[in-house]
């Protein structure tokens, strides 16, 4: 258990990195803003984890509003601000199996639970389950 704990930074921070390199994004601002990914787990600092900064807050509304910002005042910023606002929704994508996202309206953690499977038969089958 304790291993799974100390690997999970590293996880949020590689796998979107990995991602964000492998779609050649421009490695300096891929590394960058890596740190970033991992930025709302300092939400258990105040004693509200997976609430505070896993919410549609912090991963919408401001990173959406500093790309319309920089979409129309600062164009040089967009790039740097798509690659923030992907850093902190993977973090909630990796975190999906309970997250307070409507914090502070709502203070229930939302469950999603995704299921694939393959069949012999070369079929598909993609199923989930949202709970709070």
């Not at 199996?97 to 012999?120: H, R, S, T």
Request: aromatic fraction near 12%; glycine fraction near 4%.
């Amino acid at each position: 258990m304790m291993l799974a704990c100390a690997m999970d930074p590293v996880l949020h921070l590689a796998l979107p990195l990995l991602f964000l390199l492998a779609i050649r994004v421009e490695t300096r601002i891929a590394v960058l803003l890596a740190p970033l990914a991992i930025i709302p787990d300092f939400d258990a600092l105040l004693g509200l984890h997976r609430a505070a900064f896993h919410n549609f807050i912090v991963v919408i509304l401001v990173p959406v509003a500093l790309i319309a910002y920089s979409k129309m005042r600062r164009p040089e910023w967009l790039p740097w601000a798509v690659v923030a606002q992907f850093y902190l929704a993977s973090h909630i994508v990796l975190d999906l199996g309970g997250v307070a996202f409507a914090w502070p309206i709502m203070k229930d953690q939302i469950y999603f639970d995704p299921e694939l499977k393959f069949n012999l038969e070369g079929g598909v089958n993609f199923e989930f389950h949202l709970d709070y």
